[in-house]
Every structure is written in C-alpha cells, then in structure tokens.
T-cell receptor, first 112, second 115 residues
Framework: DSGVTQTPKHLITATGQRVTLRCSPRSGDLSVYWYQQSLDQGLQFLIQ???????AKGNILERFSAQQFPDLHSELNLSSLELGDSALYFC???????????FGSGTRLTVV | AQTVTQSQPEMSVQEAETVTLSCTYDTSESDYYLFWYKQPPSRQMILVIRQEAYKQQNATENRFSVNFQKAAKSFSLKISDSQLGDAAMYFC????????????FGTGTRLQVTL
C-alpha cells in the first residue's frame, strides 16, 4: 500500500456518461497530480493541485475537470465520455520535489 | 519547456546479465531532480531510484544504479544481475525544484528479461 488511495479501481461506463474518480493523497502530502495513461502509452499530465488550489494544467480536455477539497482529497470529473477516454487514470501525491511522486494504483476506465 | 527522451522503446536482457536504459532530457535549469520509475504488468508505478542534480555522485539502490552526466543532460539506468521480476516498463522523469513542481515523463522503455 503506497498510501495514495484511488477509487474505484475499475469503472465501465457508456459513451456520453459522466464519472468521478477519487483520490486520497498520502498523509501529509499537499500536492495531488492526475495523469492519464492510455494502453501502452506514456503518462500524460492532466492537472495539479496544491493545498486546494490549481497549480498547473496539462493536456486536460474541457470535458474534464478536477478539484481538491479542504481535507486534501481530490476528484477528477470526466463528462461526455468518448471511447478514446478509455485509459488508466493515476493520481499521485508529493511532499516535496526531491521525493518524486507516490502513485496510487490507478483507476482503469473503460468506455463502451 | 522541459522534455525527456527515451530513445529505446524496447530492450532485452538475459537473466543475471547487466542492461543499461538510456534517457536524455532538456532543461535550462541548473538544479532539478531525476527519477526512474518501474511499471510492471500490474501497472503500479514504483520509484526505482532518484538523483539530485547538484550531487555529482551517481545514485545507487541495490542492483540499480545511474550514470548521471549533467553537462550532456544524460541519465541512464543500469540494472545489474537482472532478474525475471525486473521485466517492466521503465520511465525516466524530470522534476525541477519547487514544492509544487510536476514530473515530466519520457515515453518509456519496455524491458524483457529472458532465461
């Protein structure tokens, strides 16, 4: 157990639907990062939060949004889902740059 | 913007042998951090080793070591005495200093370990 908790682990949904992915960072970590990994691809940075505030945006679609709550957990909302959104979505947290990230186990999203 | 390049999409090594995975990066920063992550078939991302740019000494973690060449902006990973469990995707990553900085990943190298 890395200390970063992602739920659900698996999600199957239909095109056009909306889903919410949840992430609880490791205790004490203020930063939360979301990444998307499509099949056999690298990790694409989506968005970053630090202590409740958005810090950086990557290649995140307008159909996607996220937030970090006062208790530091974060949610990634994906709407109007398309087949191409099927991927593994990782959440990671960090206490500082020298330590890299601690990753959650990911949410595997399948859009049918 | 910082970029990380892994030019070897796939590598293969025999069990007990040594293999080196390559990584280059581009940055205008003088202080930063570099990492290697392993992603086995379970898809979990596991930190293998990290290097601080201000340290000249190459990092070592058991059978894993790096060759950090700051001037050349090169950061290769050497795996000694390769084991079947080392088979995975390996991602090189860069992170600048700053509490909330993000990791930039390379495209990965798939390592196969054969008997």
């Amino acid at each position: 157990d890395s200390g970063v908790t992602q739920t659900p682990k698996h999600l199957i949904t239909a095109t056009g639907q909306r889903v919410t992915l949840r992430c609880s960072p490791r205790s004490g970590d203020l930063s939360v990062y979301w990444y998307q990994q499509s099949l056999d691809q690298g990790l694409q940075f989506l968005i970053q939060y630090y202590n409740g505030e958005e810090r950086a945006k990557g290649n995140i679609l307008e159909r996607f949004s996220a937030q970090q709550f006062p208790d530091l957990h974060s949610e990634l909302n994906l709407s109007s889902l398309e087949l191409g959104d099927s991927a593994l979505y990782f959440c990671a947290s960090s206490v500082g740059p020298i330590y890299g990230y601690t990753f959650g186990s990911g949410t595997r999203l399948t859009v049918v | 913007a910082q970029t990380v390049t892994q030019s070897q999409p796939e590598m293969s090594v025999q069990e007990a042998e040594t293999v080196t995975l390559s990584c280059t990066y581009d940055t205008s920063e003088s202080d930063y951090y570099l990492f290697w992550y392993k992603q086995p078939p379970s898809r979990q991302m596991i930190l293998v080793i990290r290097q601080e740019a201000y340290k000249q000494q190459n990092a070592t973690e058991n059978r894993f070591s790096v060759n950090f060449q700051k001037a050349a902006k090169s950061f290769s990973l050497k795996i000694s005495d390769s084991q079947l469990g080392d088979a995975a995707m390996y991602f090189c990553a860069y992170r600048r200093t700053g509490t909330a900085s993000k990791l930039t990943f390379g495209t990965g190298t798939r390592l196969q370990v054969t008997l």
